[in-house]
């Protein structure tokens, strides 16, 4: 990417979708297009059908790019036949004299469409990270607010977790870790049995959102100090990412939420 962003001149077509992915991608784009003032972009927004979400989505799009200073054109496609757009995509590529064509890697329909009908074209894969609702623990362990702390204890050991998520109905309210346990049950020497969930439970509790970018999720892990995040989608919980999660398929991103946390030395509990 950078050698094509260092020409003086220069024409990116930037396909774009409803997905998050697509977000990502401009957002890479923009990054790197800011420095050079001659970039210009036309953002390539494809549905089926013009909607009112897409619309403002594509506008979303257009002013963010605008905003670092960006000359940008934008163009609704839309098909019944997906090869059609892509064909469209390849003679804009040709009218425009676009030097290349950046699309998200998940989008692998619409390149290899791409490759295999305009194989001269200049395509340039971008890599992103997937949003949380392709990676988190979507068997949550749940206990209500009046569950009494020796049940909760029961449920770790049974289920060999380290932290329940307390729930209010469908949505995610509070959370218990065996940190709390201590500090909170057994150093206050408060009685297992007679104290509930609601009692000694972390409140409010940071969520994330299901499409919320790993990058994202990661930075506002690390911001918070908390090494758990439940995800919700429409309100109710729909799972949950941990920093060991994280530590297995990125590790960098791992390591540096783990060194915020333990560089974290207030008195309050993290979870």
Do not use: W
């Not at 013009?50 to 000359?71: H, N």
């Not at 098909?79 to 989008?107: G, H, M, Q, V, W």
């Not at 909760?152 to 729930?167: A, D, E, L, N, P």
């Not at 919980?237 to 333990?262: C, E, H, K, M, W």
């Amino acid at each position: 990417m950078g050698g094509l962003l260092a020409q003086v001149i220069m024409k990116i077509l930037v396909v774009t979708d409803k997905s998050k992915y697509s977000k990502q991608v401009l957002d890479t784009i923009i990054r790197a297009g800011k420095q050079y003032p001659e970039m210009e972009i036309i953002i390539a927004y494809l549905a089926r059908n013009i909607t009112f979400e897409g619309k403002e989505r594509l506008k979303e799009y257009v002013e963010q790019a605008r905003s670092f200073g960006i000359k940008v054109e934008e163009d609704y496609v839309t098909f019944d036949f997906l090869p059609n757009a892509c064909r469209y995509l390849c003679t804009l590529y040709e009218d425009k004299e676009i030097a290349a064509i950046f699309i998200a890697s998940p989008i692998r329909e619409v390149i290899d469409l791409l490759k295999k009908l305009c194989p001269d074209v200049n395509i340039e894969v971008v890599n992103v990270l997937p949003i949380l609702d392709e990676i988190i623990v979507k068997e949550v362990i749940t206990a209500s607010v009046e569950t009494t702390i020796k049940e909760i204890s029961i449920i770790m050991k049974r289920y060999k977790i380290g932290s329940v998520i307390i729930t209010d109905g469908e949505k995610a309210h509070g959370i218990i870790t065996e940190s709390d346990l201590i500090k909170r049950v057994m150093a206050d020497g408060k009685n297992p049995d007679k104290t509930i969930a609601g009692e000694v439970m972390t409140f409010p509790i940071i969520i994330g959102e299901y499409d919320m970018q790993v990058g994202e999720a990661a930075h506002l892990m690390a911001s918070k100090r908390i090494k758990k995040l439940p995800v919700i989608k429409n309100g109710k919980l729909a799972g949950i990412i941990t920093v060991s999660d994280l530590a297995y398929r990125f590790p960098q991103i791992a390591t540096s939420i783990t060194t915020n946390v333990n560089n974290f030395h207030s008195g309050s509990c993290c979870i």
